[in-house]
């Protein structure tokens, strides 16, 4: 199955459950970032996330690849590094 666009997203029809759940997970991806809490990021995110710091040249894959930027140093600080 190809993956949606962002148009198609658009004009999903939201509904009150749907809308808490993303607001929870704002709120938990939020709260994450602010600790600094990598491994609290990552659980929020897709199992297919792509991580992507593009003036750097790099990029991750799903949450297996994720927390290689730890040792790395390219997420392991707060708020700012995402």
Known sequence: MAALTIRQRLGWTITPERYQQ???L???HSKAEDWPDLAGRIATLAEDCVYEIMPA???WKGHEGSP???STGAASGGPSST
Do not use: A
């Open 26 to 28: 704002w709120i938990d």
């Open 22 to 24: 993303v607001r929870r």
């Open 57 to 59: 040249g790099r990029r």
């Open 68 to 70: 290689c930027s730890i």
